[in-house]
């Protein structure tokens, strides 16, 4: 994807030790400063949403109707959560999301998986026109009514496959993943091939093995994005019962913004309003937290991923 | 297999022998086909529909030929002209903030000395990414309420609270703000990486030369790092019809129609909600082909002015 050859070469290398001079001015001391300031301010402003979520969440209805809860948590109490997690309905979306990120991220890796070596290839026959088929739907798509009509006439209505298979296949992923096949030394296959393997043989027990960082990366980048996902969900999905925790969430802003705005004026908007406030907050917080605990272990996975996919691809 | 001959370079393998030799390679490759056919490229075909009368229940690519029909009735539609006014202004104003943050974020990032700062900083900025767009939509509405903390802190200082969501005028920075919140931080990866690479004698000249830390960021970093900028410009300009759909559909609402209803979200709203899919896949086939428009006439620029490109 991206023709940058230079960068591949000290892509390892630490950015640590500048050789920029012998002590630094007055002025870039200055900016040091600044520096960490401005990072600072950056690291406020990222985090100041969630907190002031949380805060919202632990807090009493009348406190925030009064726009009194900004940070701290005021009149607290948990009655908000209790009211979110015997919800059935809740528990049965996030269920759904389970349910439809296992099924579509097994589908995604595995197809990508092998699509991605037969790509990587060199030798291979026609592999030039089999990159160029998913490379253009990158840039080319049919479109969102259209997909519209063959899922439905495919009688994917209602079910997983709404999910998983329009979009089973990420055309980045599938580069970042020809990127690390082709970085493989190609000897242990020629090895493989001399003991009698065949290519099946090879993938399974000779490329995978040895690929493990990699498809662990795939199923990371997939059941994020599928565990994140609510349109198609929201689009195919018709009974309650089958949707998953996004639309779940979905549903209960929406249904506050409508009563905003048929209900009164402003600011002396209803009961059912404010109390969809906390509950929101409590909806969003449940729904953050799973991403938020796996975040630490997950995250250089996917730096990492990014970046081979962009050095490489 | 394959190492049993080996290839002779520079010629084609016939296909009968490809085909024989490689033929278990070839088996992987049709699961795969197959998705792309009908997922990707069917659909592709699918917008036949936008020239042609399409009945629910009825082909897939309609029942019969009307020509230019529902072209006409767009481009004649006040509607489409103000979606699409507000597509290319929602799409310039995040091009313009969305793209040159990340590269300021990691230029700074970049003179951080101290490595747990800078490591905890990387991390925080990154989390915005991992989140459902609906939970950032959720979020945003919560401190945009007119209890919420921005009219919080509007009240401190004295002035009175805004339905922000509920103003038109309002809507675009709100938008363009989130985006910013939301990938800023991960935008500065693939600069960061192209950060490392740049050759530390480079710096070395320039300060002997007599270039102070501005001028060396200015004529040393930054032209190390164009590659990199160039191709995330393409693909930026490639994404600037499709603006952030999504999201939109989750944070408009009626009232903030004037400026928030984009091309796609109307066609959503025509197509879905209103069941007339030929009108709206012909408004998406425009969408779509102005969208390739773009990123291969960038592309085809790049490759002339600066020798980089994405193919």
């Avoid at chain 1, 002590?23 to 900016?31: E, I, Q």
């Avoid at chain 1, 099924?103 to 070596?117: D, E, H, K, Q």
């Avoid at chain 2, 049993?4 to 370079?9: D, E, K, L, T, Y």
Wanted: proline share 5%.
């Amino acid at each position: 994807m991206v023709s940058t050859q230079p960068r591949t070469q000290a892509r390892t290398r630490q950015p640590a030790a500048r050789p920029r001079g012998p002590r630094p001015t007055r002025g870039y001391r200055v900016f040091q400063v600044v520096n960490a300031v401005v990072l600072t301010g950056v690291v406020v402003v990222t985090l100041y949403p969630f907190l002031t979520i949380v805060a919202r969440s632990l807090s009493d209805n009348a406190y925030i109707v009064a726009g009194e809860v900004n940070l701290v948590p005021r009149g607290f109490n948990l009655t908000a959560y209790r009211v979110v997690t015997s919800d059935p309905t809740f528990w049965v979306s996030y269920r759904n999301t389970v349910f439809y990120t296992v099924v579509a991220t097994l589908i995604s890796v595995v197809l990508t998986t092998c699509y991605a070596y037969v790509l990587s290839k060199r030798h291979l026959r026609g592999r030039t026109a089999l990159v160029g088929i998913a490379v253009f739907t990158m840039f080319f798509t049919g479109g969102l009514i259209p997909n519209y009509v063959l899922v439905t006439s495919l009688g994917l209505k209602n079910t997983v496959w709404a999910i998983a298979l329009p979009n089973a296949i990420n055309v980045f992923n599938l580069l970042v993943m020809k990127a690390f096949f082709e970085s493989l030394p190609v000897e242990l296959e020629e090895a493989a091939a001399v003991d009698g393997l065949n290519t099946y043989g090879t993938l399974l027990r000779i490329v995978l093995p040895l690929s493990k960082a990699m498809v662990a990366t795939m199923v990371l980048f997939y059941a994020v994005s599928f565990w994140n996902s609510w349109f198609a969900a929201f689009l195919y999905m018709d009974r309650q019962d089958l949707l998953p925790v996004t639309v779940y969430l979905r549903n209960l802003i929406a249904g506050a913004t409508d009563a905003t705005q048929t209900g009164g004026g402003l600011g002396s908007a209803g009961d059912v309003v404010q109390s969809a406030a906390t509950i929101q907050s409590v909806t969003i917080v449940l729904t953050i937290l799973p991403i938020l605990a796996v975040y630490p272990f997950i995250q250089r996975y996917f730096v990492s991923g990014v970046m081979l996919g962009a050095v490489k691809g | 297999m394959s190492l049993a001959s080996p290839i002779p370079r520079g010629r084609r393998t016939p296909w009968r022998r490809a085909l024989r030799r490689d033929w278990q390679l070839y088996s992987l490759a049709v699961l795969p086909l197959l998705f792309f056919l009908t997922f990707r490229y069917l659909p592709m075909l699918g917008n036949m529909i936008a020239f042609r009368r399409f009945q629910p229940g009825g082909s897939l690519f309609g029942e019969y030929w009307t020509g230019l029909r529902y072209f006409r009735l767009f481009f004649t539609d006040p509607t489409f002209w103000n979606v699409f006014t507000n597509t290319l202004a929602l799409g310039a104003l995040t091009l313009v903030f969305c793209f040159p943050l990340p590269i300021v974020l990691a230029l700074l990032l970049n003179e951080v000395r101290n490595r747990a700062l800078k490591r905890f900083v990387q991390s925080v900025s990154y989390l915005p990414h991992f989140l459902s767009i609906v939970i950032v939509a959720a979020m945003v509405l919560q401190l945009l309420s007119v209890d919420g903390a921005v009219n919080q802190m509007l009240r401190a200082v004295g002035g009175e609270p805004v339905p922000f969501m509920q103003q038109a005028g309002w809507f675009r920075t709100i938008y363009v703000s989130s985006e910013v919140w939301q990938t800023v931080g991960w935008g500065t990866i693939l600069y960061l990486a192209a950060l490392t690479t740049v050759d530390g004698d480079l710096y070395e000249a320039a300060r002997i030369d007599g270039a102070n830390r501005w001028r060396q960021t200015w004529h040393v970093t930054l032209p190390g790092i164009r590659p990199t900028m160039v191709t995330l410009l393409i693909l930026n300009i490639g994404t600037f019809m499709a603006v952030g759909f999504e999201k939109i559909l989750l944070l408009y609402n009626p009232l903030t129609y004037p400026t928030a209803d984009v091309i796609s979200t109307y066609l959503y709203r025509v197509g879905i909600v209103s069941g007339n899919l030929s009108y709206a896949a012909a408004i998406g086939l425009f969408e779509s082909v102005i969208g390739l428009t773009l990123v291969l006439s960038a592309n085809a620029i790049s490759r002339r002015t600066v020798g980089t490109s994405l193919w």
